[in-house]
């Protein structure tokens, strides 16, 4: 499976891309998400940019509550923002970032539309490092009860 890394500078930061194989979990049951699963183990990456298709978004959100558990940091792009609005499909990312509790951008890689707020809310990541949270996710009342006891 090949892994491709580019490299480019973002105002005073010098970046290393490395491309991961498409995944949309970490629990080891395919070859990406086992790649995935195990680059992020052994040498967890500053930040994670992780790409969805705005086209079917549903599929993504598994792995970006993973991502966000895990406590890696994580920016959202949901791309083919052109082929979704194309065929009618209206998303709120706004919306579905507050209420993820998770940075998202649209973005459209081959019109190039949402690259420069991509870049920017990226290098926003790297020099406010602390801004990055926890996303809003909450267990069933009974868990959020049994662990409480727990602690
Ligand atoms: N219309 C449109 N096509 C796109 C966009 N982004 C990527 N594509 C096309 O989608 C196809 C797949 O792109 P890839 O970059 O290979 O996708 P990938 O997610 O890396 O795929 P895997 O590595 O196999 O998981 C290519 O033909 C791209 O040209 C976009 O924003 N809009
Ligand atoms: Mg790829």
């Known amino acids: 499976m090949e892994r ?23 629990s080891p049951v395919t070859e990406e998400e086992r790649v995935v699963r195990y ?6 990456p500053d930040l994670v ?8 978004l549903y599929r993504g959100l598994g ?4 991502i966000a558990m895990s406590g890696l940091p994580m920016l959202v792009a949901v791309n083919m923002m052109d082929e979704a609005k194309a065929r009618g499909l209206e998303l709120d990312l706004d919306i579905l970032s507050q209420h993820l509790g998770v940075p998202m951008v649209g973005t459209s890689a081959r019109s190039g539309e949402g690259i ?5 809310a990226l290098y ?15 267990c069933p009342p009974v868990l959020e009860e049994a662990v409480k006891d727990l602690v």
Do not use: C, W
Request: proline share 8%.
């Open 124 to 138: 926003q990541m790297m020099r406010y490092p602390e801004t990055a949270h926890f996303p809003h996710v909450s």
């Open 4 to 26: 491709k890394s580019a490299q480019f500078s973002l105002g005073e930061y010098q970046v290393e891309l490395v491309d991961l194989p498409g995944a949309y979990a970490l």
């Open 39 to 44: 680059y992020f183990m052994d040498d967890p």
């Open 63 to 66: 792995i970006i509550l993973q």
């Open 116 to 120: 420069p707020e991509l870049q920017e």
């Open 49 to 56: 940019l992780n790409i969805l298709n705005a086209q079917n």
